[in-house]
């Protein structure tokens, strides 16, 4: 019976790890596909996609203002990382509309702010994970600011007067590689989760180990499609507003990343 076990894992892909069998590899170039098919179910959505971006712009910048507000000013760049932690649960409603486009419907506004119920309990699991995690990294933030400045108060003023210093900088670099961490095991855990619990019904359990088998067997093509992300999105930040066009198309281009990552339940 043990060689008989040797012999099956030996032949099965990374050991007989939980989905590895479930997961494509990809050719790098495919991400580029992904953004045109992201494009794509933009231009066939109309106004809905654009509309769902500008809500999430509109919430960004009420939030900036009220960080602003409160003199809490050390917190609005890592709020900007925290928008990107928290981004698959928000384009949520992208995947929605992407899959009635490749299915023939007609999206609406509406079916992408409901689309969590297609799969309630698993998919609020998630948000509130993903809520913790945003929670443990602002924490961070603030620990590290009370570290390095433990004598400036948390002005907008006093935040900009230490950002050229030697501390500042210091601390620039520390909260930037602190991100990167985060990050990165944010995009490990996600990337193709959301969907896959939209679409199939699936708990976050399986949905995360299906996410980070997809980024394992495809590391290279994984690593372009984060850089792509990241490039997108910061085009998107130097105009705010074209994070109305940046944000739902790589949230639709995320949705035809998972199809092409992920296989079908009832493909061999």
Not at 50 to 75: K, Q, R
Not at 172 to 190: E, K, P
Not at 204 to 223: D, E, G, H, K, Q
């Amino acid at each position: 019976m043990e060689q008989v076990r040797q012999v099956v894992t030996a032949h099965t892909p990374y050991g007989g790890l939980p989905y590895a069998d479930r997961v494509r590899e990809v050719e790098a170039a495919r991400v580029f596909h992904w953004l045109a098919a992201g494009w794509a179910d933009m231009r066939a959505a109309g106004w809905v996609s654009p509309a769902y971006g500008l809500m999430f712009v509109a919430i960004g910048l009420g939030l900036t203002a009220g960080l602003a507000w409160a003199e809490m000013s050390y917190l609005i760049a890592p709020m900007i990382g925290a928008f990107l932690l928290v981004a698959p649960l928000l384009a949520l409603g992208l995947y929605r509309i992407s899959w009635d486009v490749a299915e023939g419907r007609r999206p609406g506004f509406g079916r992408a702010l409901t689309a969590w119920r297609r799969n309630p309990y698993h998919i609020l699991t998630a948000g509130l994970i993903l809520m913790l995690y945003v929670m443990i990294w602002a924490r961070m933030n603030v620990i590290a600011f009370a570290l390095f400045f433990p004598y400036v108060s948390m002005s907008l003023a006093s935040f900009l007067q230490q950002t050229l210093t030697l501390d500042g900088m210091v601390f620039t670099l520390f909260v930037t590689v602190l991100g990167l961490g985060f990050a990165t095991v944010a995009f490990i855990s996600n990337v193709t989760a959301l969907p896959m619990m939209l679409e199939r019904k699936v708990d976050i359990f399986a949905a995360v180990l299906a996410s980070a088998m997809a980024v394992a067997r495809n590391p290279r093509t994984m690593a372009l499609w984060a850089a792509l992300i990241v490039l997108v999105t910061g085009v998107g930040l130097l105009s705010v507003v074209g994070l109305a066009v940046t944000l739902p198309l790589i949230g639709h281009a995320s949705w035809h990343a998972y199809r092409d990552l992920v296989k079908a339940d009832d493909e061999p």
